[in-house]
């Protein structure tokens, strides 16, 4: 979250492989559906994460016990590919809401700043690639409540948005981030019981969790680009988290955008399962195991695949994965470092392995880009 000698040459190949990304990836303004992409690895690479809110607190007695220190942040370091042909890479920095210790009163706000830089890849030849722009900007955060409002960086002039830069015959533009993520709150005596539903080889299966926390959308505004197949979406809907496993499981996330005059509808569902390694509290090592469904009402199975899941518990056939569905699956792997002698988590090593079933660059795209915004609340134990 740089003028050289050769400034006509590199403009007109960084122009060049703008044009090609927009030229292979999209579709024909004729056509009535965009391209479905089937392949591995369409969100790939790491994220370094240091806590820094966890290894060093406050010992001036000044803030509310168990705080971290005053100007401790914690940092999250990306390089990741999305459809194989952007890459975003640099810095997210959250710093935490602070209070005293005797009135409460905020002895330090809530943020989160990015620092990405954007580079497109010429899907002829992966091996060009150009910075064309950065996504940037701060949110501010109300601990308390759990609530990332993104477009309140505008009043420190600082607000979330794409910045894409001029590059030959390439425009530039700048578009902004907006609306509510309600994250984990700090109080959790609210959580309460869920139960989900789902159809899964023409049977319905149910799970319910005890101690649910959600992770709501309300009227997100993803920022287009970095080039014009990506558009401005809206996003609402719910992201559970289930305390008791560590699994995020939603009913329902909808993406709304528009693609060559026509109105799309996107509902992803479906469940984030988290996998532990049996040596974790030595190791640090588990996985988050992905089966997010898009659209899946509009896409059922033809009946009479029922037996696939047949002698299955409700719970195992729940996080089966149904490839005849559109969906995002693979993973997301974990390598946790601890505080010495504890089991806080003080880093994270994260490798994302995320693969594509009949699924569109803009669904790729939307859902890399809200989970990027979510990257708090996301890691955040």
């Given at each position: ?11 007109y ?25 089937t ?8 994220i ?13 007695g ?29 810095e ?9 210790s005797?009135l409460g009163?905020?002895k ?9 830089n ?5 899907p ?11 996504w940037?900007?701060e949110?501010?955060?109300d ?12 009043a ?25 993520l309600?994250?984990?709150p700090?109080?959790?005596e ?29 009227g997100?505004e ?10 401005r979406?809206t996003?609402?809907?719910?992201l559970d988290f289930d305390?008791?496993?560590s ?16 109105e799309?509808?996107?509902?992803i569902?479906?469940s ?9 509290k030595?190791n640090?090592?588990g996985?988050?195991?992905?089966n ?23 719970e ?5 994965v149904d ?16 505080k010495?002698?504890e089991e806080?988590?003080?880093a ?5 392995k ?6 569109t ?9 809200l989970?990027v915004?979510?990257?708090?609340p996301?890691?955040?134990?």
């Amino acid at each position: 979250m740089k003028l050289r000698p050769n400034y006509l040459r590199s403009n007109y190949l960084a122009a060049s492989l703008v044009l090609a990304l927009a030229a292979a990836a999209p579709f024909a303004a004729a056509q009535d559906a965009p391209p479905l992409i089937t392949e591995n690895n369409v969100i790939a690479g790491t994220i370094n994460i240091d806590f820094g809110t966890r290894t060093n607190l406050d010992t001036s007695g000044d803030l509310k016990k168990d705080s971290a220190a005053l100007g401790a942040k914690d940092s999250y370091k990306l390089n990741l590919t999305v459809a194989k042909t952007t890459e975003y890479s640099g810095e997210v920095i959250r710093q935490p809401k602070l209070y005293s210790s005797i009135l409460g009163r905020t002895k330090q706000d809530g943020r989160l700043y990015y620092n990405l830089n954007i580079a497109v890849m010429n899907p002829k030849d992966l091996s060009q690639k150009r910075v064309v722009g950065k996504w940037v900007g701060e949110v501010p955060l109300d601990t308390k409540s759990g609530a990332y409002d993104l477009s309140a960086g505008r009043a420190n002039e600082t607000p979330l948005r794409v910045a894409i830069d001029a590059v030959g015959q390439a425009q530039a533009f700048t578009d902004p981030f907006a609306g509510k993520l309600i994250g984990k709150p700090e109080k959790k005596e609210a959580l309460g019981s869920m139960l989900y539903k789902r159809v899964v080889g023409g049977k319905e299966v149910t799970l319910q969790i005890k101690k649910a926390d959600p992770m709501t959308f309300q009227g997100i505004e993803l920022a287009k680009g970095p080039v014009g197949i990506y558009p401005r979406t809206t996003v609402n809907g719910r992201l559970d988290f289930d305390y008791e496993t560590s699994n995020y499981l939603t009913d329902g996330i909808t993406f709304n955008y528009t693609v060559n005059g026509k109105e799309i509808n996107d509902k992803i569902t479906g469940s984030i399962k988290w996998v532990e390694d049996a040596n974790y509290k030595t190791n640090g090592k588990g996985y988050y195991d992905f089966n997010l469904r898009f659209n899946e009402e509009k896409n059922k199975p033809a009946q009479g695949e029922g037996a696939a899941f047949e002698g299955q518990s409700d719970e195992a056939a729940f996080f089966s994965v149904d490839n005849a569905i559109p969906c995002l699956t693979g993973t997301i792997e974990y390598v946790d470092t601890f505080k010495p002698g504890e089991e806080t988590v003080a880093a994270s090593k994260v490798t994302y392995k995320l693969n594509a079933n009949k699924l569109t660059r803009q669904q790729i795209v939307n859902f890399f880009k809200l989970w990027v915004v979510a990257i708090g609340p996301t890691n955040d134990d």
